[in-house]
Nanobody, 128 residues
């Protein structure tokens, strides 16, 4: 059974940094495309970043490019999201997700529809 557990969320002032982690259990982690998504109250889910099994190929939403970095440690079965220069508009619940898809970067993957496994989420709040 696939289980994803996020951690690292919290409250920070604008301009600050946070590092989210997502520990994966119950499957061959390195075989999966992984992604980070977020959803703010009253807004649709937004794809933040995805990363292929090689740990090199990545996708970022335009809203986070240059500020966020996605990475994975296949030996530790863990996905990370380093978030720098945080803005109030980054406030949301952040979710990690996993997929068997051979591609990490098509429209379905960027939207989250292509991901079948999800964590419970971790809240990020950025104050101005």
């Amino acid at each position: 059974q696939v289980q994803l557990v996020e951690s690292g969320g919290g409250s920070v002032q604008a301009g600050g940094s946070l590092r989210l982690s997502c520990a994966a259990y119950g499957y061959t982690y390195s075989s999966y495309c992984m992604g980070w998504f977020r959803q703010a109250p009253g807004k649709e889910r937004e794809g933040v970043a995805t990363i292929f099994t090689d740990g090199v190929s990545t996708y970022y939403a335009d809203s986070v490019k240059g500020r966020f970095t996605v990475s994975r440690d296949n030996a530790k079965n863990t996905l990370y999201l380093q978030m720098n220069s945080l803005k109030p508009e980054d406030t949301a619940m952040y979710y990690c997700a996993a997929s068997f898809s051979p591609s990490c970067f098509g429209p379905d993957m960027r939207s989250g529809r292509g991901f079948g496994y999800w964590g419970q989420g971790t809240q990020v709040t950025v104050s101005s």
